[in-house]
């Protein structure tokens, strides 16, 4: 079940026991921008002894919203999902920010034996056989360690912004995640894809050397290419399928889909 656009009126959904604390902190962020939507957030947080995280993919917008969360909270908790089929340079990009600004990720790993038996039955390259297999891959990779990274967390943050798919259009910039149970703040739901390299090029911040070369979205290796000029921001993300929705099921979805009985594939 993925997240629900909430207000300050109908937050409440029982028996969550942060509910409460959840419509507070969508009271003290209603009407507030991007930074100050930050800055209020890891106040509110402090203040009531929420845990707050921030989901990096270490794309352009994950570096603003770290940028912009270090600047307030040296001890900020930043979590990044290891799917062990990232770029290289995704990599190289998150050495070069715990040099940069001396703190550590907090790193979350697919269950190695999960993957294990996801490999040896379908193959390491089983994403290309069908959507539902791509699914199951990034359920194993993606989702499921997302969950675990969220236990405990009252609030987390991510980078979704409306611009970037006619999925995400309606992105709310707080939002109920029921399936978590947690507050879901996205501060740049609004922002155009020029704000935040304006923002990034201001800061200097360091960002993944992968936007230089035509990928405006980054996710693993095997299931990203470059786009041409003019191209959809995310037709790069799994583009040998057509019609799909293209996630990979962080915001939408928390139970495992079913894989094809496929066997190994190229
Ligand atoms: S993006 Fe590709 S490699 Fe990564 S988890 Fe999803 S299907 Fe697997």
Avoid at 86 to 106: A, I, N, P, V
Avoid at 221 to 238: F, K, M, N, V, Y
């Amino acid at each position: 079940m993925g997240a629900v656009a909430m207000s300050e009126r109908d937050v409440a959904v029982e028996p969550l026991v942060t509910a409460d604390r959840a419509r507070q902190l969508a009271t003290r962020l209603a009407g507030s921008q991007d930074r100050e939507v930050v800055r209020q957030l890891a106040q509110a947080c402090a203040e009531t002894g929420t845990t707050l995280k921030l989901a990096s993919s270490l794309g352009a917008e994950d570096q603003v919203l770290t940028h912009m969360l270090l600047e307030i909270a040296a001890d900020a908790r930043v979590f990044v999902l290891d799917t062990g089929r990232l770029h290289q340079q995704t990599y190289d990009l998150m050495s070069r920010m715990m040099t940069r600004y001396g703190f550590q990720y907090e790193v979350y790993a697919p269950q190695a034996e999960t993957v294990q038996e996801m490999v040896s039955a379908h193959g390491p390259n089983l994403f290309y056989a069908s959507v539902e297999n791509r699914k199951r891959c990034c359920f194993v990779r993606k989702v499921e360690p997302l969950n675990r990274a969220l236990q405990g967390a009252g609030a987390w943050m991510t980078g979704l912004r409306r611009g970037q798919s006619d999925d995400r259009a309606d992105t709310p910039v707080v939002e109920w995640d029921e399936a978590h149970g947690a507050l879901k703040v996205n501060p740049l739901a609004t922002w155009s894809e020029q704000q935040v390299w304006d923002y990034l090029r201001e800061h200097r911040v360091p960002y993944n050397e992968l936007h230089d070369h035509g990928y405006p979205s980054i996710g693993c290796q095997p299931c990203t290419r470059a786009i041409d000029q003019g191209e959809d921001p995310r037709a790069g993300r799994w583009w040998w399928e057509n019609g799909a929705a293209k996630e990979c099921g962080l915001h939408t979805e928390t139970v495992p889909p079913r894989v094809t009985e496929a066997g190994p594939t190229g």
